[in-house]
Every structure is written in structure tokens, then in C-alpha cells.
């Protein structure tokens, strides 16, 4: 799979961190977070707007998992943050039975809410694309820069 984060308000992100790489996140010292996993990346968009990125591994769940743990950590370590954002090939048939997407929106089928994860004091959706929606979004995004810059 080609690792690319979801375009955004028309816009793609200018920089990507590898969370792995980020000492703030690594030296926390909380018992808690020690051993919490982190999401793949934390992008900065245009405009001030932070995402963190999981790409699917295994489930849907442990993605979930991951993006909690991550802004757990960053707001920790005071850090902004204004997505998260799950790319995965596809939704297997058990996970199915227990997600939903709606527009970009991760669902839970049996509470029919949103999945959330906590920031600080604040919750946000998480936000699931598939590859070949993100692929979509880079052809169209690609193209518009091309005829904008033929003119």
C-alpha cells in the first residue's frame, strides 16, 4: 500500500513527522503511556491543522487503539491536534458487523455513534478513507494543479 493521508479542504499536507521519531512523545515518563502504540504519522496541513494518520494493519479496532494512544501522548506533550485518520485498503467482513462508514466518518453499528477518541478535554471523529478514495483525491488534486499551471 502507498502510504498517502487524505486530502483536505483541497489541500495536502505540507510536512509529515514520523511519531516514532518525535522525542516529546517518547520521553514521557507516565506509567499510562509507556507502552501505548502510536499512530504512523503527524501531519501538519495548511492553515494550522494538525492530523495523526494510521495506516491499517491489522483491524480496524487496534487502529482505533493507536490514534487513542497517540492523542493521549500528544495532548500530553501539548501538542495540537485537529484529525485522525484511519487509510485502509478495506473493511473486512467481521469488522463489518461492528463498523460503519458513513461519508468519511468511522460509525459504531451498535451504538450507531460516531467512534471517538479523547484529546485533552475534547473528543474527535475518527475519520476512515480507503486507498483507492485517497488515490481519487491525489489524481484530482494532480490534475487541477496541472491545468492550473498550463494556463
Known amino acids: 500500500m502507498h502510504k498517502k493521508p487524505p486530502i483536505i479542504d483541497g489541500r495536502t ?4 513527522l514520523e511519531l516514532e521519531k518525535m522525542p516529546d512523545l517518547q520521553n514521557q515518563s507516565s ?3 509507556y507502552n501505548l502504540k502510536i499512530a504512523d504519522e503527524y501531519d501538519h496541513y ?3 491543522k494538525w492530523a495523526i494518520v494510521e495506516y491499517k494493519s491489522r483491524s480496524l479496532k487496534d487502529a482505533v487503539q493507536q490514534l487513542s494512544d497517540t492523542a493521549e501522548k500528544l495532548a500530553k506533550a501539548s501538542k495540537p491536534l485537529s484529525y485522525a485518520f484511519i487509510v485502509s485498503m478495506k473493511m473486512n467482513h467481521a469488522e463489518s458487523r461492528i463498523f460503519r462508514k458513513r461519508g468519511n466518518v ?3 453499528k451498535l451504538t450507531k455513534d460516531p467512534v471517538q477518541i479523547r484529546f485533552g478535554n475534547n473528543r ?5 478513507y480507503y486507498v483507492d478514495e ?5 489524481q484530482k488534486y494532480e490534475g487541477s494543479i ?3 499551471v498550463s494556463k
Not at 485517497?134 to 491525489?138: I, L, R, S, T
Open 134 to 138: 485517497v488515490e481519487g483525491q491525489y
Open 146 to 148: 496541472i491545468r492550473w
Open 124 to 128: 474527535m471523529e475518527v475519520q476512515l
Open 46 to 48: 495548511p492553515d494550522c
Open 106 to 108: 468511522l460509525y459504531n
Open 13 to 16: 499536507p505540507d510536512s509529515k
Open 31 to 33: 506509567d499510562i503511556s
